[in-house]
């Protein structure tokens, strides 16, 4: 059992959690993660380790509540446990100094890139951060990233804060001003991801996105979490999660997060209407 | 009763094992066969000849003491005889269900000269479950403390035996696994129609009862590494026990498609994770109802695999194999059990391809014909293709069994462990002992993948090795 020392939202359904595990926070590295399960029933989820403290023994976590089973880590609060968090997994991100890195989060990306940026700062790095957000209210870890980065510009798709467009409209803009950027970090949504590689390409920036696919016991046992890299097959959890953007076979990694789908979707369904149920009981009563 | 002739007890028929009914078993995951009864389990044993020098004993790789075992049974001393079968094998209930006896054991004994062996497996699963469901699991004694600290990598049958061993013989134990669930292979691989999970963890809580310490979600060389395991946590020897582990893909065309699985991954999902209950549990597999699912191998996982896939509601479950049923390294009783269950066995043909849709689902598999030819190094029959013999055969779901490398994780994280080009560790044979001092291996991960009783008696091999080597260094001291 793992303890949760605290909790709270960053965004709708963004939740950040730290959490004891004084073993992975000693050894995890940027761009490592941990696979969690909540309950015996639970399945297996991986979560990027978005910061740690070898002092208080802790990790941070933060989830976005998509599915059921990211929806229940979502509605606990501090004080309650993880039954099972397993890691440090995955290799640690490669870190040296560029030059000038960018680092660009979409969504909850931004906690998935945080700690790579800082540890790409810490290594000598003219840091920037491109955020991304739908509107204002998504754009997570502004202030937390100001504190580590040179430069920091939030995006919304709808313009309600900082540059109106997408993260890869601010990138270009970026580039384009004359900027000699020498390493790209990109990590949100598979299209996202796309789009940046897209434009880093014609510039021969170097490139590294962190792939999300399903994974099952995420040390190397199953192979459920392949991707294509290069036109070689990759089992993400052990050979990554982070690879080269320009070789990286977005289209494969977009149909085979689908597997799932319409399972999920029914799995969420009832879970949100017995939350439903338990709510009308709670007003009845 | 007078005593049985020989002659006597060779009119005896070998007894069959009760069985839940094909037809009804394919639809459900409870165990298929129902064990003996008393009656049935005297019968057979009265069948054994008591040979003045079994040769039964030594087609067991651990060495049970058959024929003793086998006349308490006889006697209806089933407890005596379940102490007996725990002085050489700690884990009957889980031999006695997955041995290959056909080719240990019971290919030895001499009433199967001339008429069928005696039923040795069936009648050590008996003794086992009549132990545990009556009086539990009974404890071995526990010699003095020795105030040594031994970790044990890997919850498999090359782990458990190894702690059962080194916890019986003073040593304080503590079992590190990867997943969050302890048991390897037989909780992950081996579906619960087969070997049910309940009886790996009444074994896994006799372990514990014994003072076996369980770490679960421990990948050691990521969570601890082997050097910070001996160095920091003060441990004073290791065994690894981690397995084969790395599935391998056919590199064919259309192998990444939606609805192409591993074994492993498959098999872990309906058993380690529950899937067959979705949405009870969260963990989904494809759902195979009214489908077609072809199977690759002919392997025990391949028969795994085909009739798990049947049970969740497959129209048309198939093995595709390269080779002819007779070279197909599944156990027999498997093979006979999957036809009688409505699994296919389409022999002598080779996948080339697969094929799916513009989403991404996997649609079907272009196949080939193959022919026997001649004996390749394995000394089976090579297969060789038909020219012009390819068709194409709609699959919704693939399941490639062809077998498991080793998994790296410990390799990459332990630069002072000696294996060999396929990953393997290599050990000193008679001990288990890794080119690392204090550190000793066995199972899966010395042999590729093998067998359950062959990676118990390396657990149980290397437990001596390592109370000597523990032992000496205590008197050293
Ligand atoms: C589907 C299937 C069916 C089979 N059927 C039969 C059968 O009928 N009869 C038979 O005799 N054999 C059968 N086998 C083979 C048999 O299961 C294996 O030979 C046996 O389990 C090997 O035991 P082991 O202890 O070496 O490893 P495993 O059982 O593989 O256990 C290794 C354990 O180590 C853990 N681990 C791996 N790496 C690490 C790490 N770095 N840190 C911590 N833990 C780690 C793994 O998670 C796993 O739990 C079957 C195998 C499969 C896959
Ligand atoms: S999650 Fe199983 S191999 Fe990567």
């Known amino acids: ?285 | 009763m007078a005593e049985l002739t020989k002659k006597e007890r060779m009119q005896i028929p070998r007894q069959p094992m009760p069985e839940q009914a094909p037809n009804s078993r394919n639809k459900n995951f409870t165990e298929v066969n129902l064990g003996f009864t008393e009656e049935l389990a005297k019968l057979e044993a009265e069948r054994c000849l008591q040979c003045p020098k079994p040769k039964c004993v030594e087609g067991c790789p651990v060495g049970v003491q058959i024929k003793d075992f086998i006349k308490l049974v006889a006697e209806g001393d089933y407890l005596a005889a379940a102490s007996k079968i725990k002085e050489n094998n700690v884990l009957p209930a889980v031999c006695g269900r997955v041995c290959p006896q056909e080719e240990q054991c019971e290919a030895r004994c001499v009433t199967g000269v001339k008429g069928e062996s005696v039923a040795i497996g069936r009648l050590e699963r008996f003794v086992a479950d009549y132990e545990r469901t009556t009086t539990g699991i009974r404890q071995a004694e526990i010699k003095t403390k020795t105030g040594k600290k031994v970790a044990i990598i890997g919850s498999g049958p090359a782990g458990l035996s190894c702690a059962g061993e080194l916890v019986q013989l003073g040593h304080t134990v503590t079992v590190f696994e990867a997943l969050h669930d302890i048991g390897g292979v037989l909780i992950y691989g081996i579906p619960e129609f087969r070997l049910p999970k309940e009886i790996v963890k009444a074994e896994v809580d006799a372990l514990e009862a014994l003072g076996v310490e369980f770490k679960t979600n421990s990948v050691i060389g990521f969570t601890d590494t082997i050097d910070e395991l001996m160095t920091v946590e003060g441990y004073d020897a290791v065994f690894i026990g981690v397995g084969a582990g790395l599935p391998y893909f056919m590199n064919l065309p259309g192998e990444n498609y939606n609805g192409v699985y591993s074994a492993n991954e498959f098999l872990t999902r309906v058993n380690l994770m529950k899937a067959y209950k979705f949405p009870e549990f969260d963990t989904p597999v494809f759902d195979v109802k009214g489908k077609n699912v072809a199977v690759f191998g002919g392997g025990n996982t391949a028969m795994d695999a085909v009739r798990t896939s049947k049970r969740l509601g497959a129209a048309n479950a198939r093995i595709i194999y390269r080779r002819s049923e007779v070279e197909m390294p599944a156990r027999i009783e498997e093979v006979h059990h999957a036809k009688e269950e409505g699994i296919e066995f389409v022999m002598l043909t080779n996948p080339l391809e697969f094929l799916g849709d513009e989403a991404g689902w996997l649609h079907g598999v272009k196949l080939q014909k193959m022919e026997l030819g001649e004996p390749d190094a394995s000394g089976r029959r090579r297969p060789v293709a038909i020219p012009g013999s390819e068709y194409v055969m709609p699959i919704d779901m693939a399941v490639i069994a062809i077998g498991n490398g080793s998994n790296p994780i410990i390799q990459k994280t332990t630069p002072d462990i000696n294996f060999n080009k396929w990953g393997n560790i290599t050990v000193e044979e008679a001990t288990m002992k890794t080119s690392k001092k204090g550190v000793f291996a066995g199972g899966d991960i010395v042999t590729g993948g093998a067998t359950v009783i062959l990676a118990m008696g390396a657990g149980r091999k290397a437990a001596t090795a390592i109370d000597e080597y523990l032992m000496e260094n205590a008197v050293i001291q």
Do not use: W
Request: net charge negative.
């Open chain 1, 1 to 285: 059992m793992f303890k949760i020392v605290s909790a709270e939202f960053l965004a709708p359904e963004v939740k950040r959690f730290e959490i004891e595990a004084p073993k992975i926070a000693a050894k995890r590295k940027a761009g490592q993660f941990v696979i969690v399960r909540i309950s015996s029933q639970g399945e297996r989820i991986p979560l990027t380790i978005a910061d740690s403290s070898v002092e208080r023994g802790t990790i941070t976590i933060i989830v976005q509540g998509i599915g059921k089973t990211t929806r229940e880590i979502n509605e606990h609060k501090a004080g309650e446990f993880f039954m099972d968090v397993v890691g440090p997994l995955g290799l640690p991100s490669h870190i040296e100094n560029f030059g000038t890195a960018i680092s660009i989060g979409g969504g909850v990306g931004t906690a998935i890139a945080f700690p790579t940026a800082k540890a790409l700062k810490e290594a000598g790095n003219h840091t920037i951060s491109i955020i991304g957000g739908k509107s204002k209210e998504y754009v997570i870890l502004e202030n937390e990233l100001r504190e580590i980065c040179d430069e920091v510009y939030p995006t919304t798709d709808d313009g309600s804060y900082g540059y109106h467009g997408f993260v890869t409209g601010k990138l270009k803009d970026i580039i384009e001003s004359g900027t000699k950027v020498d390493f790209v970090l990109a990590i949100g949504p598979i299209p996202m991801m796309k789009a940046v590689a897209e434009v880093t390409r014609p510039y021969g920036i170097k490139t590294v996105v962190s792939l999300n696919p399903v994974m099952v016991d995420g040390t190397g046992m199953c192979g459920g979490c392949r991707a294509v890299v290069g036109g070689q097959t990759v089992f993400v959890c052990v050979d990554g999660p982070e690879f080269d953007a320009h070789e990286v076979d977005f289209t494969l990694l977009m149909k085979r997060n689908n597997t799932y789908r319409s399972e999920e979707k029914s799995a969420l369904d009832k879970h949100v209407c017995s939350l439903d149920k338990q709510f009308a009981e709670a007003i009845n009563n």
